[in-house]
């Protein structure tokens, strides 16, 4: 998974490391930021819902061809 973060429109609300803190967490402006490691999303499914939770659109989640974290997903 490839994961954007809009760091021109993100106001910092924090909705995404509440929603995926595995993930995002807040630099110290406390503007969103990946976690390191974390720049493929992990396989968490938290990705997309903290994309939703984001109240101005900043996050995008892109799968990416090798989407291999998910192993039994037939
Ligand atoms: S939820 Fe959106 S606006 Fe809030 S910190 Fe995360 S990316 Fe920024």
Redesign the pocket.
């Known amino acids: 998974m490839r994961i954007g ?1 809009d760091k021109d429109i ?8 509440l929603t995926a803190p595995d993930v ?1 967490t ?1 630099d110290d402006d406390g ?2 930021t990946l976690r390191p490691g974390r720049e493929d999303g992990g396989g968490s499914p938290l990705v997309r819902e903290a994309a939703r ?4 659109g ?2 995008t989640a892109e799968e990416t061809e090798d989407a291999g974290a998910l192993p039994d997903a037939r």
């Open positions: 973060i993100c106001i910092g609300a924090g909705q995404c490391a995002f807040q503007y969103s939770a984001c109240p101005v900043a996050i």
